[in-house]
């Protein structure tokens, strides 16, 4: 069993920067593939970013070049740095965790979730 706790969310003004932070518990932390999903209200949920046990990085379209995902395997925890924020970024943002070494944007493809934290960019 994994548990996720997101943190960081806020509000901030366009062309600002946040940056996400997802504790795991568990000791085995450094084997799942680690994402990164957010909802907008009236949305589907959207991949954003994911992370390997091995390090291997994938980036959805709409924040190439403007999010970085990283992982600290001594803390358990996991980051969305933000860059260049833009208000269709708001959205509550969760963190997920997959048991196995594969890489997935799918969000049925994760088998953990944390509850999520907002974000909210203004114009």
């Known amino acids: 069993q994994v548990q996720l706790v997101e943190s960081g969310g806020g509000l901030v003004q366009a062309g600002g920067s946040l940056r996400l932070s997802c504790a795991a518990s568990?000791?085995?932390?450094?084997?799942?593939?680690m994402g990164w999903f957010r909802q907008a209200p009236g949305k589907e949920r959207e991949f954003v970013a994911t992370?390997?046990?091995?390090?291997?990085?994938y980036r959805g379209d709409s924040v190439k070049g403007r999010f970085a995902i990283s992982r600290d395997n001594a803390k358990n925890t996991v980051y969305l740095q933000m860059n260049n924020l833009k208000p269709e970024d708001t959205a509550v943002y969760y963190c997920?965790?997959?048991?196995?070494?594969?890489?997935?944007?799918?969000?049925?493809?994760?088998?953990?979730w944390g509850q999520g934290t907002q974000v909210t960019v203004s114009s």
């Open positions: 568990g000791r085995t932390f450094s084997s799942y593939c």
């Open positions: 992370i390997t046990a091995g390090g291997m990085r």
């Open positions: 997920a965790a997959g048991a196995g070494p594969r890489l997935r944007t799918s969000a049925n493809e994760y088998d953990y």
